[in-house]
DNA sequence: CGTTTCTTTGAATCCGGTCAAGGTCCGTGG
DNA sequence: CCACGGACCTTGACCGGATTCAAAGAAACG
């Protein structure tokens, strides 16, 4: 495992003092299992950035539903769902490193806060269009379908090896739109049918990577 | 019916030399009832403005399924989804003029130019915003629910009179993630519980604004 | 007006949700 | 090392909300 950015496995680190200005702005913060980084509603004038471990941003509805909005490795950028203040919350799914940075004392670090500027708005817009993905998902597919894109883009971070899921089936019915009952089926099936084999709860390899995106349409 | 800027009623007319750069940087398009604007998928260095009509942007899956992803109306910046490429296509809903800015353009336009970048990037982080709560919708709520906080977004474009529909039942459906036939007797239900009353089928007052949002948890 | 397109309604069906039990994994302590 | 307890995962049976299929009505258009 290099200690070099990586969106290819939920457990490598990013190294904190690379060309990426975000490796020397900031402060590094380690969070624990299912601890709170920023709170729904909050003032969002920071940004993060996953250095170890992954995190979830979930926002809740008063009756206690529940959406997740994304999930984030190692490398990744979060917190940027704003204008003036958050809309979801952020949570460690496991234990965590995150660097934070104060977005308003960015142009105290001259070329590296504009470079860090304009990092923040490419993530902006890859947000974006990630949510607009999701928007898709959540909109148009079947409950089979949700659960084979899923396993899909997971997969493809973990790039053919064993791939490990970050997080648990509530999280993933959560983000899928669909209940934990569900989700467990549709797993189920994928497994009957020979497309995925799982390896305990969250270790998985998909066996026929073909078939399964033919599920997935695009 | 105010020639200013006006988010309130989708057939109001943006003053087209106003404080606003949009105003004079651009060129004026007009569109026809259901014409593309753009298609998904284009390369997108474009940025749009509705001046009058509405329009909407829509993603097909290869199978035919629809979503749409927002409606826009006077006043609004759209086409602004993505680093290099569409995700989404654009149409206009009925008859439409449209600005549109070339973006790489934008630099010649000195100061004028300058706040036009800024306006993209406020209205993108809208964009975001707007995209995420279409999320919840879309993940959480029941069709009841959908088509509640529909209604309350548009009726609340059009403070107080008479609301008006800019887009046909099918475009609902395809917007809340449902069938056209659910949307029907969703509004059915909505009016035989007296929380809004149809004259025709785009033409609507709330009757019970208090109970309506009752019933779209916050 | 006649034709086409859109909207509404009804009946039957089915996918996913709900409710209820077991099962599995793991950490803790005896 | 094993027994216990709790959290998480899985499965089954049933139910119900939303879709599908079909057809009638209403509105828009030439």
Sequence with gaps: MTPQASHSNPFAQVAETDADPLGRIGVRMPFAAGEEIYAQDEEADMVYRVVSGAVRTTRLLSDGRRQIGDFYYP??????ESGTEHRFSAEALGDAVVMVIKRSALSHYGDDGLRMERLIWSATARELQRTQEHL?????KSACEKVAAFLLD????AKGEL?????????????????????CRMLRQLQDDGLVEFKGSRRFQLKQRAALSRLVVV
Tied chains: 1, 2.
């Design 75 to 80: 490398g990744d950028l979060f917190g940027l």
């Design 136 to 140: 898709m998902l959540l909109g148009c």
């Design 154 to 157: 997971i997969a493809d971070r």
């Design 163 to 183: 791939a490990v899921l970050a997080m648990g089936r509530q999280d993933m019915a959560d983000y899928l739109g669909m209940t934990i009952e569900t989700v």
